[in-house]
């Protein structure tokens, strides 16, 4: 059973420019998540989306935004890089009613 | 709004001791609450949660939490740390409800002396 992935591993980027990022879900779950990791802090949440909708959305700006996808997967996109984007991305996801997310390993982003 | 306080940013336990990790957390709701384990250049791995069943919680690896609501805490302990428990964790709030945001403590960092 896979679990959570995400693509790609590792991205540098400069300044200005656009990045996409891509998640798979776990088997079975519909609804994905996505937090902003800052070295050395907890992850913190940046929207979720359930049905190909947004569902919630955390403090970040209109700078970040995202899509899901009929079978599940999701992108986020930031647009605009700011040197302070430079965090660990990760995805998690969960089913339906369930209160329980599972993160995939991240994408580590270098924002020069 | 919901919140989580882990005090202190690091400890440090020898081999074969108790290991207790803090987290206390503010809710104007019924929490749900997780422990996350993340190893060095990996994602979040749950050890545990509690969503308002059994106040004594059971996860992997032998850690456990106790919820209690009087002292808003919501604490990780494992009898005997081994060195593969060395991690950063987090403790997490949420909820009630189904898919509610996870907001996160900043992490301790446990190291294990041989």
């Known amino acids: 059973d896979a679990g959570v992935t995400q693509s790609p591993t590792h991205l540098i980027k400069t300044r200005g420019q656009q990045v996409t990022l891509r998640c798979s879900p776990k088997?079975?779950?519909?609804?994905v998540s996505w937090y902003q990791q800052a070295l050395g802090q907890g992850p913190q949440f940046i929207f979720q989306y359930y049905e190909e909708e947004e569902r919630q959305r955390g403090n970040f700006p209109d700078r970040f935004s995202g899509h899901q996808f009929p079978n599940y997967s999701s992108e986020l996109n930031v647009n605009a890089l700011l040197l302070g984007d430079s965090a660990l991305y990760l995805c998690a996801s969960s089913y339906g009613r369930g209160e329980t997310q599972y993160f995939g390993p991240g994408t580590r982003l270098l924002v020069l | 709004a919901q919140s989580v306080t882990q005090l202190g940013s690091h400890v440090s336990v020898s081999e074969g001791a108790l290991v207790l990790l803090r987290c206390n957390y503010s809710?104007?709701?019924?929490?749900?609450l997780f422990w996350y384990v993340q190893y060095p250049n990996q994602g979040l791995q749950l050890l545990l949660k509690?969503?308002?069943?059994?106040?004594l919680v059971k996860g992997i690896n032998g850690f456990e939490a106790e919820f209690k609501k009087s002292e808003t805490s919501f604490h990780l302990t494992k009898p005997s740390a081994h060195m593969s428990d060395a991690a950063e964790y987090f403790c997490?709030?949420?909820?009630?409800?189904?898919?509610?945001?996870?907001?996160f403590g900043k992490g301790i960092t446990l190291s294990v002396r041989p």
């Open positions: 997490a709030v949420s909820g009630p409800g189904a898919n509610s945001k996870l907001t």
């Open positions: 809710s104007s709701v019924p929490p749900y």
């Open positions: 509690y969503t308002s069943a059994a106040t």
């Open positions: 088997s079975g779950h519909d609804t």
